[in-house]
């Protein structure tokens, strides 16, 4: 693809996956005046593009077009894949101040992990058009390092109005179009959320199986692959196999289906190569459409622009949505309502719909003494309540720091030991949403029907910010199916940050890890007393033990003692003595603020220097993530036994019985023999089965003394009790 191609678009759009992107409505995200008699209304309809520049090797594009008006973009059309004659019809509703700003169309092909390729661009004069009558238009595209290249055309219908009759309507519309320039970084967008009426209408789950005979990058003849997948905004990214050209993957990432109709995976396989930028070994795409629901689907994709094939297994499934009401509507007061939902998840249907483990529903009620973000001392608060993978948000209550939302959130519950996360943002306008608190709430520790006020704390959640939140939190779920899915593999989250080298995190990472080995070494200094007789009572009690242990040792006492030491350390909580601490070093980290990747070309010496940096850094990244690795598996293992999270250790104690039991009445052979049984037999009986392990899944679970500091519930101020609650200062 031509170097050309890409100046044409502002530097080949460099920095254009950066801007501001607005919902498929077309609402605008300019700044618009208040009560201005002179705004102008444009309504835009994207018809259709013809004979547009190719710009992949298969002689073909993928098209969508961008409208901006005055430096800002203000409308996004959807991608229309392999097209050179896309048929768009998409409407867009724009508010201008002055027709004197020109509307200017850019048309791009979209590449999935690559940069999207400039096709062509034109400019509409909006003082041209006759005002309150709609008109065709036919704007040919142009390149402005190669004029002479004919690139095809876009045909638009336009009405420019003057909109002083509209405004309330377009003060409604704004709560709809100004969420999508507040996640830039966040690769699900609220706005779509928002534009999709809050509703997933399905699941579509994807199980990576394998790679067959890639393309090989590496002077050893061979590559490091791993596969990234994307279905709108949604991106999942799968683990690295090092060292082969037919690797084994075994993963299974779930999307959220939002469009009737399904939509396209778009999946490209990678080769990780340190150090320097990755390098492409090929694309494919999965057409939902065409794919039945309620069905298992094995797929071999042959990988275009480059060699062999991936092998996918793909499942439609529908579910109830995720959704939002207004308090008033949809409680779980509705006493008819409650019994359903109790029913569902009655003991009796255990094993109906594993994956369905229980129902949630939050009400965010209100919030009050929010932190005054704007130079007027007021905010503009909005809430995001997530769930996993579903993330919804509230309304945005303008110039108010005790903001009144009254929304109700449903959610179905696939693993009840998530958490719930609830932040308060405020809309800045075109600039990224401000930061105002969060409380994270693992879905145990929620005593239904009441509501609280929680104290909102920072980014870290290791400290309070100003404010508290009101929410009142209901959870209904099937413990024999939460049970069971404590066993399995925990969801990916495909909103999460990649890690950043910190200094401060890896220092504290360090403190853990160096934590966990003092106690084995002062366990092991301990027992080296006991032979050195340092304490003759001591080391006498111990060789007495020593003698009647080992002389009447049987395999079951094992799993007898983990019982004994659950057992203990329930005693000394309930008796008062409780001797947890979770005494982590939780520093206050520096706050990394989102920087946009705009960096201009540089010389070949500097990007020498930046590569090996950044080799440096990933190593650096490595070791500060096995440091946490490490750290949170040891104190995973010390909170399962002092009944940090009471029903993982009810589970462990039930788990631990059953081990007894079986060990004291089957001989251990017939056991091993099963065990290998079941091994050898396991890629026979379900040859694309995920491996796992449930020891490891289940301490997944159970979280590390990090995560019991940043869930911990902080003491409300006597200042913010319902009593002295304080009138909303309405702007």
Known sequence: ??????????????????????????????????????????????RRGQNLAARDRGGTSDPYVKFKIGGKEVFRSKTIHKNLNPVWEEKACILIDHPREPLYIKVFDYDFGLQDDFIG???LDLTSLELNRQTDVTLSLKDP????????????????????????VTMLMRKSWKRSSKFQTQSLRLSDLHRKSQLWRGIVSVTLIEGRELKAMDANGLSDPYVKFRLGHQKYKSKIVPKTLNPQWREQFDFHLYEERGGIIDITVWDKDAGKRDDFIGRCQVDLSALSKEQTHKLEMRLEEGEGCLVLLVTLTASAAVSISDLSVNSLEDQKEREEILKRYSPMRMFHNMKDVGFLQVKVIRAEALMAADVTGKSDPFCVVELNNDRLLTHTVYKNLNPEWNKIFTFNIKDIHSVLEVTVYDEDRDRSADFLGKVAI??????????????????????PTKGVIYLEIDVIFNAVKASIRTLMPKEQKYIEEENRLSKQLLLRNFIRMKRCVMVLINAAYYVNSCFDWD???????????????????????????????????????????????????VEDMLEDEEEEDDRDDKDSEKKGFMNKLYAI???????????????????????????????????????????????????????????????FTKKLRSPYAIDNNELLDFLSRVPSDVQVVQYHELKQDPSHSPSKRKKNNPG
Not at 552 to 572: D, G, T
Request: one cysteine or more; hydrophobic letters at 45%; a neutral charge.
């Open 617 to 679: 850094q990933e190593v650096c990244v490595s070791v500060q993530n096995v440091l946490d690795e490490v750290a949170s598996f040891g104190e995973r293992i010390k909170n399962t036994f002092n009944w940090t999270v009471p029903f993982l250790s009810w589970l462990a104690i039930v788990a631990l019985s059953v081990f007894t039991i079986i060990l004291y009445f089957i001989p251990l052979r017939y056991i091993v023999l099963v065990w290998g049984i079941n091994k």
């Open 442 to 463: 693992p879905l145990l520790s929620i005593q239904n029907g009441e509501q609280k006020a929680y104290v909102l704390k920072n980014k870290q959640l290791t400290g």
């Open 1 to 46: 693809k031509k170097e050309g191609h890409q100046k044409g678009g502002e530097k080949g759009e460099k920095g254009e996956k950066h801007e501001t992107r607005t919902n498929s409505v077309g609402t605008s995200n300019a700044d618009f005046p208040s009560a201005d008699p002179s705004m102008y209304q444009l309504d835009i309809t994207l």
């Open 121 to 123: 661009s034109a400019f």
């Open 535 to 585: 304490s003759p009572p001591r080391s006498l009690a111990a060789f007495l033990l020593f003698l009647f242990v080992v002389w009447n040792f049987e395999l079951y006492m094992i799993p007898l003692a983990f019982l004994l030491l659950l057992a203990w350390n329930y005693f000394l909580i309930i008796s008062g003595k409780d001797n947890r601490q979770h005494d982590t070093v």
């Open 145 to 168: 390092h190669y004029p002479d290249h004919d690139l095809g055309s876009i045909l638009l219908s336009v009405l420019l109005a003057p909109r002083e009759e509209q405004r309330e």
